[in-house]
């Protein structure tokens, strides 16, 4: 069992930076762990996912060279730098972790925290 904990949201402005961040109570038999969001009345979209060994990441279209996702593994912690923050980003925001392959796509994520609110006012 893997327990998640996020921290970091808040409200900002357009253009604004905020670092969220994802500690895991343990890594043994994590693959990757990964960010998605979900604003209200949509589905939950991915946004990014780094392999936890390996660190390779990759990141949405909608977020690349602005978001970027990174670990420390020393300290089981997952981060997503925001940067050029935009309202359309505004959503909450959950990290997740999984042991299999599937990678952008909530279905392959069997641990979740509990979500952390980002707000982008214009």
């Known amino acids: 069992q893997v327990q998640l904990v996020e921290s970091g949201g808040g409200l900002v402005q357009a253009g604004d930076s905020l670092r969220l961040s994802c500690a895991a109570s343990n890594t043994f038999s994590i693959y990757k762990m990964g960010w998605f969001r979900q604003a209200p009345g949509k589905e939950r979209e991915f946004v990014a996912f780094i392999r936890w060994i390996a660190g390779t990441t990759y990141h949405a279209d909608s977020v690349k060279g602005r978001f970027t996702i990174s670990r420390d593994s020393a300290k089981n912690t997952m981060y997503l730098q925001m940067n050029s923050l935009k309202p359309e980003d505004t959503a909450v925001y959950y990290c997740?972790?999984?042991?299999?392959?599937?990678?952008?796509?909530?279905?392959?994520?069997?641990?979740w925290g509990q979500g952390t609110q980002v707000t982008v006012s214009s």
């Open positions: 997740a972790a999984g042991e299999n392959m599937i990678l952008t796509t909530p279905q392959g994520y069997r641990y």
